[in-house]
């Protein structure tokens, strides 16, 4: 199946989610891990990043849990662009799990991706299109160029350009690589990282 592209990031609540996710998208997709988000100002941060360059697409189950989370969000996060996606309440359980939720209701992880993209179509996220958006060139190989993975110190110089950034120090290779595609481009990576990374403090 041809995975669909879409520009604003996607939050959703936790990890199965996201392997649902990009089972059949290509975007950007961030995990709140539950509840956690609300100890988590570093995620917060970055949510306001998307929000505020190529948009940020709310995307939580459907029972009360979800709908918690998601007017948490929508305070936290009072400026930008956001994108409310709501899917139907579907009884049911995931394969993984040995009982139903507390509601009894299918969340995201388990929704058919037929359902998943009509709720993303009716948002009207496919056709969200903006300026700000940079083109990715930001590749972990990238990366490895400028000292960032894959070489000595590489994980240091890392966790203190997340530090710098208001980011969280949790943010895989991959996902670092996106964050940057929404700053700046492999052209003028260099420029950037001089400016958050100076020799001194390494």
Sequence with gaps: ???????????????????????????????TDGFRIYKRPDMLKLLRHYANTIGLVILTDADAAGF???????????????????????????RRKTAPSAEGTLGVEGLDHKILLDALERAGVFDVT???????????????????????????????????????????????CDVLCTMT??????????EYLPEEEL
């Design 1 to 31: 199946m041809e995975k669909r592209k879409i520009t604003p990031a996607i939050v959703v609540e936790g990890k199965y989610d996201k392997i649902r996710l990009d089972s059949f998208l290509d975007a950007t997709i961030v995990v």
């Design 68 to 94: 918690q989370i998601r007017g948490y969000l929508k305070g936290a996060i009072p400026d930008g662009r956001l994108y409310h996606v709501y899917v139907p309440n579907i009884h049911g359980k995931e």
């Design 130 to 176: 903006t300026p700000c958006t940079l083109p990715c060139d930001i590749t972990p190989a990238v990366l490895y160029e400028h000292g960032l993975n894959g070489a000595p110190n590489s994980n240091l110089r890392r966790q203190l350009l997340l530090k710098k950034l208001g980011l969280s120090n949790h943010l895989s290779v991959s996902a670092l």
């Design 185 to 194: 481009s492999a052209e003028k990576l260099s420029g950037f990282l001089a």
